[in-house]
T-cell receptor, first 111, second 112 residues
């Protein structure tokens, strides 16, 4: 699985959009980009995933660059409950079941 | 109803003891996992089972023995507990090859 690089921490104002970057310059053509988050003292929670195209669901949007070497997770209107560690993970989509977590980005949403 | 549940939530025990952590999922998934999150907060896969068959074993000491009595359960038994086993253990489940894994609330194991 390709390695990912994320900033260790970032702050965000409540109600504003939070843009979380992730670099994955060694990603291969059949690897997907996944985002999970872990709220304090809870298990990780799936947010979104994508291969090439931008994706949006009820939680967030995922923007993948054309060369696929980086991506951005966007939380459109951050709330205090979005305070968590956000993990960007790259792995094969259809095969290989394990998730390899890095250090993630600790996001603090402030009122 | 809780999708992935683990018992106990907290476990404090002494070195050398043997303990088990239980995991159950009611999502109808065929694949279950154990992850370990150490004091530095890194999450690492330990085991994965698909239809009761072991498919991933990530160089975990053989003191750790997962047991899957059926597709809905994956228990983790640990023999001769050591201080370094102190961590939070997360169970997860998914359909094999699925994009999304569902995690349990975790079991915080403290070995004294």
């Amino acid at each position: 699985d390709a390695k990912t690089t994320q900033p260790p921490s970032m702050d965000c104002a409540e109600g504003r959009a939070a843009n979380l970057p992730c670099n994955h310059s060694t990603i291969s053509g059949n690897e997907y980009v996944y985002w999970y988050r872990q709220i304090h003292s809870q298990g990780p929670q799936y947010i979104i995933h994508g291969l090439k195209n931008n994706e949006t669901n009820e939680m967030a949007s995922l923007i993948i660059t054309e060369d696929r070497k980086s991506s951005t997770l966007i939380l459109p209107h951050a709330t205090l409950r979005d305070t968590a560690v956000y993990y960007c993970i790259v792995r094969l989509g259809a095969a290989g079941n394990k998730l390899t977590f890095g250090g993630g980005t600790r996001v603090l949403v402030k009122p | 109803d809780t999708a992935v549940s683990q018992t106990p939530k907290y476990l404090v025990t002494q070195m050398g003891n043997d303990k088990s952590i239980k995991c159950e999922q009611n999502l109808g998934h065929d694949t279950m996992y154990w992850y370990k999150q150490d004091s530095k907060k890194f999450l690492k896969i330990m085991f994965s089972y698909n239809n009761k068959e072991l498919i991933i074993n990530e160089t975990v000491p053989n003191r750790f023995s997962p047991k899957s009595p059926d597709k809905a359960h994956l228990n983790l038994h640990i023999n001769s507990l050591e201080l370094g086993d102190s961590a939070v253990y997360f169970c997860a489940s998914s359909h094999r090859g699925a994009y999304e894994q569902y995690f349990g609330p975790g079991t915080r194991l403290t070995v004294t």
